[in-house]
C-alpha cells in the first residue's frame, strides 16, 4: 500500500534556498562581531554583556525573517504567524538554554544573570528559534526531530 504524501510547493526547499539562508545567518553574525568591534568598541572578553547583546539583536530578525519562509504548510500558516512564531520561541528557548547551562555548572547569580541571558538568546536564535519558525507548534515534527536524537543501540557500559 502506497502513502500519498501531500507535498506542497513550498514545503521542499531547495540547495540554493538553503545555501542563501546560511549565508545570510553567518553574514548577519559578522557584521554583529564588526559593529561591536569597530563601532561601539567591545568585544567577547572585555564586555561580554554587551557584544553578546548587540550580536543576538542583529541577528534575531535576520534568523526569524529567512526561516519563517521555510514553514510547513504555507497554506495554513501565514509569513506572519511564522513570525510570531519565531518570536515566541526566542524566549522559550533561551530559558531551556538558561535552565541547561545552569545544570552544565554555569555560574548562578546577580552578578552572571544578565551575560547569562544574552548567551542564552543568541544560542536560541540558532538553536530554537528557526525550527520554532518552520514547524510551529505541531507536536508530530518536535517529536520526529526528538526521536533521532535517542539511543538506538546499548553503548556498553
Avoid at 501565514?78 to 545544570?103: D, Q
Avoid at 538568546?121 to 505541531?138: H, I, K
Wanted: a positive charge; glycine letters at 6%.
Amino acid at each position: 500500500m502506497k502513502v500519498k504524501e501531500d507535498k506542497s510547493p513550498q514545503s521542499t526547499i531547495s540547495s540554493c534556498q538553503e545555501f542563501f539562508t546560511q549565508v545570510c545567518c553567518g553574514l548577519a553574525l559578522a557584521i554583529g562581531f564588526w559593529l561591536a568591534h569597530n563601532v561601539y568598541s567591545v568585544n567577547l572578553v572585555s564586555d561580554p554583556k554587551n557584544t553578546l547583546r548587540l550580536i543576538w539583536a542583529i541577528e534575531c530578525p535576520v534568523v526569524i525573517l529567512l526561516f519563517s519562509c521555510f514553514r510547513q504548510k504555507p497554506e495554513k500558516c501565514s509569513y506572519l504567524k511564522a513570525v510570531a512564531r519565531g518570536l515566541l520561541g526566542l524566549p522559550a528557548g533561551a530559558l531551556l538554554n538558561v535552565l541547561g547551562a545552569w545544570a552544565l555548572g554555569a555560574p548562578v547569580g546577580l552578578q552572571y544573570l544578565e551575560k547569562t541571558i544574552n548567551w542564552s538568546l543568541l544560542m536560541s536564535l540558532f538553536t530554537f528559534v528557526p525550527a520554532a519558525s518552520v514547524y510551529g507548534s505541531s507536536w508530530t515534527d518536535w517529536h520526529r526531530i526528538f526521536a533521532r536524537t535517542k539511543v538506538c543501540a546499548d553503548i556498553g557500559i
